[in-house]
């Protein structure tokens, strides 16, 4: 623990916390832990909505049925 500390440039209250899944920890934190035990390259996936079913669904679900899309004034046609 104080070797995974050290190299994620905290210390090891910071680590204890962040393996409680203390949400108050810095991203940062979380990111160096990540660098640390060799994880990193995982983070990118988080974020990434292919990755994400569910929240396809919901923002699907936010999306309007019809659009109509207003046709342009007589006098913006004009300049």
């Keep these: 623990m104080a070797v995974v ?3 994620a ?3 090891r209250s910071t680590l ?13 934190i979380y990111a160096g832990v990540l660098q640390a035990l060799g994880l990193l390259d995982g983070l990118s996936q988080i974020a990434d909505i292919s990755n994400d079913s569910v929240g396809q669904a919901l923002a699907s679900a ?3 049925k019809h659009v109509h899309l207003r046709r342009p004034t007589r006098s913006s046609l004009n300049g």
């Design 5 to 7: 500390a050290q190299r």
């Design 9 to 11: 440039f905290t210390s």
């Design 16 to 28: 204890q916390r962040v393996e409680a899944g203390d949400t108050n920890v810095g991203i940062g």
């Design 62 to 64: 936010g999306l309007p």
